[in-house]
């Protein structure tokens, strides 16, 4: 989950408005996060560069 406003939903269930509290607050003590870690080596550069290829070519 990228983003920490959820969109209200409706189920057609009468515990909608509880499910959708209880969602944002786990979203808010849960927010998401991005861990950047810069490669150590010119090496590891590379690998990781070759592994985005790949991944932007599926």
Known sequence: MTKTEL???SFGS????LL???A???ANLFPPIEIV???QSEE?????HEADDEL???
């Open 7 to 9: 969109d209200e939903r």
């Open 14 to 17: 009468p515990f909608d408005p």
């Open 20 to 22: 959708h509290g209880v």
């Open 24 to 26: 944002q607050g786990l």
């Open 37 to 39: 870690r810069l490669p």
């Open 44 to 48: 590891e550069a590379l690998r990781l």
């Open 56 to 58: 932007t070519d599926e």
